[in-house]
Every structure is written in C-alpha cells, then in structure tokens.
C-alpha cells in the first residue's frame, strides 16, 4: 500500500566501485524522490523523477524511474568516500510522503 | 531563517515527564512534516500540517502524541507521559506545499528517555 521497499539494505563497496540502491512499489508511483542522509546529519533532497522511463543524471549518480512507475534506482559511479551515508527513496501520498527504510552506502578508502 | 530550525538539538528526560519540541520552518513554506527516526532505521511519517487545513494526525503513534502550528509558522511537538520506546530522532520539514514538492529537514532533535 503506502510502503516502498528498497534494497539493499547495507552496502560496502571499495573506493572506486560503483553502488546501485534500488526502489519498488507495488502501485504505480505519481513520483518519486531520492535523498540522502549523511551520518549524523538530516536527509537533503537530490532529486525527483515524474515521467515513466525517466533518466536523470547528476555527475556521477544516475537516478531511473521505471516505465511502469513502480520502480526507482540510483546508481553511483566510481564511489568516492564522500558518497558514505544513507540513500532514501520517498513516494508521495496525499502530499504527504512515506519514506523507504534505506540503504546504508559505507565506502572504504 | 535560511533553513528549518529545530530545537532544542537534545534532550534527555525521565521516563514519565512531558516534552515539547519546536520547529521553525523556513519562511513561506506553507507545508509542514514531522518524522520520527529511529537509530538506524527509516523516516517514519508522524503529522503533516498544510496551510490553514486540518493537519494530517495519521502517523501519531498514541495519544501521547499531539502537535500543533500557528499558521504558517512555528510548530510545536508535544509527547506527554514519555516512554522510553520514544527515544529517537524527531526531524521537521517544510516545503512550499500544495503538490510533490522536496522537503527541507531540519537537523532534528534527538530525544533520549531514561
């Protein structure tokens, strides 16, 4: 209903290897957003996706939103140390928004 | 302000009493959240405050439970009677409302019952 799962919810990656959380839903999603929450800070908004099959990209994050709109991805490029935190989808419901439960990125340098 | 502003940034308190925390969104924002986030775990929807509408109280947990805004600004989050199982980060947001909009958090308050 109102949840989204993501997976996977830990990922350790070596600095330089690419990083892919993913996002599903089991009813077609309006929208959806992408934040991420540094360790010991608040979540920051990167991104929102509307159009079924919409790529988007911001340098070394690529965001997708699935053609049936029940799915999201963000893929990171050659991780850097900076990309270390939490990677959090969110859909809207009644403009309020539901969270997914994460998925925690550690990257060793 | 430049951003949301939460208060106060810690709280430790004894089982038992009440606590309120506070939320100053950023100005002209005329929508409003509170989320709950346990230690290591996701964002949990508390309350949704939308202009002059009737909030969205879906997410409290329990009776002990209550919010309020004046208006389009401040907000208060009140837990009466506090259990320990209440210990977590509470973050605001706001956004312009009305729509799909981001959220802009706040840097939380991280409430501790003893």
């Known amino acids: 209903g109102q949840q989204v799962m993501q997976i996977p919810q830990y990922q350790h990656v070596q600095e330089g290897e690419d990083f892919t959380t993913y996002c599903n839903s089991s009813?077609?999603?309006?929208?959806i957003q992408w934040y991420k929450q540094r360790p010991g800070g608040h979540p920051v908004f990167l991104i929102q996706?509307?159009?079924?099959?919409e790529v988007k990209k911001q340098k070394r994050l690529t965001f997708q939103f699935g053609e049936a709109k029940k799915n999201s991805s963000l893929h990171i490029t050659a991780t850097q140390t900076t990309d270390v935190g939490t990677y959090f989808c969110a859909r809207p419901n009644f403009n309020k928004f539901y969270f997914g439960s994460g998925t925690k990125l550690n990257v060793k340098p | 302000g430049a951003g949301v502003s939460q208060s106060p940034s810690n709280k430790v308190t004894e089982k038992g009493k009440d606590v309120e925390l506070r939320c100053d969104p950023i100005?002209?924002?005329?929508?409003l959240y509170w989320y709950r986030q346990r230690l290591g775990q996701g964002l949990e929807f508390l309350i949704y405050?939308?202009?002059?509408?009737?909030?969205?109280k879906s997410g409290l947990p329990s009776d002990r439970f209550s919010a309020e805004r004046t208006g389009e600004s401040v907000s208060t989050l009140t837990i009466q009677r506090t259990q320990q199982e209440d210990s977590a980060v509470y973050l605001c947001?706001?956004?312009f409302g009305q729509g799909s909009e981001k959220l802009f958090f706040g840097s939380g308050t991280q409430l501790s019952v003893l």
């Open positions: 405050f939308q202009g002059n509408s009737a909030p969205d």
């Open positions: 947001a706001s956004s």
């Open positions: 100005s002209g924002h005329t929508a």
């Open positions: 009813t077609t999603l309006s929208n």
């Open positions: 996706l509307v159009k079924s099959g």
